[in-house]
């Protein structure tokens, strides 16, 4: 680096899906991009990179998050799960079936944004109700199957769920 210059790159150290990763990023980079270039997890999607479309969303510190409105340099220091994180051993969860189960991926676009949505519904509240879902994924866009079929996937992981911890 020449005298005078200021560097943009940081270090970072960020947990993804159980793994530790320190690099070093330029300051401006979005979480999507770090997450999708830099680890090369591809499954969390690019829409729309102004947090209107849910397909990037992932899960920070327990929070859903749209990644396309954190810097990469926020996550300093956090736990993100990704949609790649959600299945054990290669299985499908329940959640990840019942979506296939209902067709409720169709062309399969938003469908990561939309299963870690769901999932951090069902993490905290169990039983949803179908207002409580589609409250849950407004902030995520579809535009394919009309979220009707999202929404009875999302009911029938839950009742999967349930009944699994009975």
């Known amino acids: 680096m020449e005298a005078g210059t200021v560097s943009t790159e940081r270090s970072i150290a960020v947990t993804v899906n159980g793994t530790t990763y320190e690099r070093e990023v ?3 980079k979005l979480l999507i991009h770090f997450i ?6 591809t499954g969390s999607h690019i829409g729309c990179d102004t ?5 990037c969303s992932v899960i920070v510190d327990g929070t859903l998050t749209k990644s ?17 994180g959600l299945s054990e051993d290669g299985e499908l969860t329940p959640l990840q079936q019942a ?6 991926l169709q062309c399969g676009y938003c469908t990561p944004g939309m299963i ?6 069902l993490a905290d509240q169990p039983d949803p109700s179908e207002s409580d879902i589609r ?9 394919c199957t009309g ?5 009875d996937a999302v009911k029938h992981a839950a009742r999967l769920v349930r009944e699994k911890r009975a």
């Open 26 to 28: 330029e300051a401006r």
């Open 36 to 41: 999708r270039d830099d680890l090369d997890l």
């Open 51 to 55: 947090g209107n479309c849910g397909a």
């Open 68 to 84: 396309c409105m954190m810097l990469a340099v926020q996550a300093d220091g956090s736990t993100i799960e990704t949609v790649e």
């Open 99 to 104: 979506f296939s189960d209902h067709h409720a």
């Open 116 to 121: 870690m949505t769901a999932a951090q519904l």
């Open 135 to 143: 409250f849950a994924i407004e902030g995520n866009i579809c535009r």
């Open 147 to 151: 979220y009707q079929q999202i929404v």
